[in-house]
């Protein structure tokens, strides 16, 4: 049988289980990071992209030829505006200035029209998403071909496309057997979708918020309250507040992690196993180790490798950026 995938949306998904053998062999458990970064556009976000795309079109929201407006910290936007261009849209992305210059030039490279604003709290109008909204509404008064807003953090068919996806694929990959899920949340989707598939197919499958600092979400969680602490230089993860995509997200415990702890094992990944992966990424396989080593030696955990690490050269992979910082800087760097 030919094995041939029919274009780029055809791309997106499916993507492989990988074993993490130094994370692995450390908790005495099994530790898989399900290969996001290998999606087409590099990230997680195609598929958020492709499933709110797809609904919109469902609901007759796009018309051919019809603009595509987000506010992304990067990944969305590449995403939506690939998706767009396989289907004929175009894409207005605005991303906060302080994001990476190398998804700056990916969204220039493949056509998105970007604009670049402060990078300010969500309760200022200014804010990348809130002022996207703005800009959306502003466009259809001009646009022939009409406005889709996005709309990741509240358009729930962003984690739908992960509970119909992502989820159901971690669960065939491990023929059901595993014992915990976690990853970090900037719209939640992904976390919230996948445990959503999970657990109503094993309720006893832990799902386990993984936070890095600056979030306010591990206080909710723990404590009822939204309030954040400290800060990361990770990007598109972090959050403030509760979601559409996180409302309702069968989250059972909670585990907070911090840049000097994810970013030595970012570098081992690549030096020790040939896998070059982002910040979040870094959160992710933290988190994981740390909910193996609370469930003991003998389990399976699950996360998210959420997109490559090229796409951050010029801060986790740059000695002046990470000295500067005062955060831990790797030998092979220098
Ligand atoms: N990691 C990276 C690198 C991302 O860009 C994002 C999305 N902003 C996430 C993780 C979080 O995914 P989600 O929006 O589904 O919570």
Redesign the pocket.
Same mark, same amino acid.
């Given at each position: 049988m030919p094995d041939i995938r029919d274009g780029f949306l055809d791309s997106i998904g499916n993507t492989p289980l990988i074993k993490l053998r130094k994370a692995s062999e450390l908790t005495g458990c099994t530790i898989l990071g399900k290969a996001e970064f290998l999606n087409p556009g590099g $990230?997680?976000?195609d598929r958020?992209a492709l499933a709110i795309i797809q609904d919109a079109e469902a609901k007759g929201l796009l018309r051919p030829g019809g603009v595509i407006v987000e506010g992304?910290? %990067?990944?969305?936007g590449i995403g939506l505006t690939l998706v767009a261009n396989a289907l004929g849209y175009r894409s207005v992305i605005v991303m906060p200035e302080t994001q990476s210059q190398e998804k700056k030039d990916m969204l220039r490279l493949i056509g998105a029209d970007l604009r670049l604003v402060p990078a300010v709290p969500y309760a200022n109008p200014g804010n990348y998403v809130r002022y996207s909204e703005t800009l959306a509404r502003e466009l259809e008064t001009t646009e022939p071909n009409g406005v889709l807003w996005a709309n990741?953090f509240d358009n729930v068919a962003?984690r739908l496309g992960?509970f119909n996806t992502t989820g159901p694929e971690i669960w065939n990959q491990t023929d059901g057997k595993l014992d915990a899920f976690t990853?970090?949340? +900037?719209? %939640? %989707?992904?976390?919230a979708g996948i445990g959503m598939a999970l657990k109503e197919r094993n309720k006893d499958i832990r799902i386990v918020l993984a936070d890095p600092m600056g979030s306010a979400l591990y206080n909710y969680y723990a404590h009822g309250e939204l309030k954040a602490e400290g800060g990361s230089i990770t990007? +598109?993860?972090g959050q403030g507040r509760i979601t559409k995509?996180l409302e309702g997200a069968p989250i059972d415990d909670q585990v907070r992690v911090t840049d000097e702890e994810a970013l030595p094992l970012i570098f081992d990944l690549v030096r020790q196993e040939g896998l070059v992966l %982002? +910040? $979040? $990424?870094g959160i992710n396989v933290m988190a994981a180790i740390k909910v193996a080593q609370t469930l003991g030696p003998g389990h399976t955990v699950v996360t998210?490798l959420?997109?490559y690490g090229t796409r951050y050269q010029s801060k986790l992979f740059n000695p002046a950026f990470l000295a500067e910082r005062n955060l831990p800087v790797p030998d092979w760097l220098t």
């Open positions: $990230s997680v976000k958020a992304t910290a %990067g990944n969305t990741q962003n992960h990853c970090a949340v +900037g719209t %939640g %989707g992904t976390l990007e +598109g993860i995509n %982002g +910040g $979040s $990424s998210v959420c997109d």
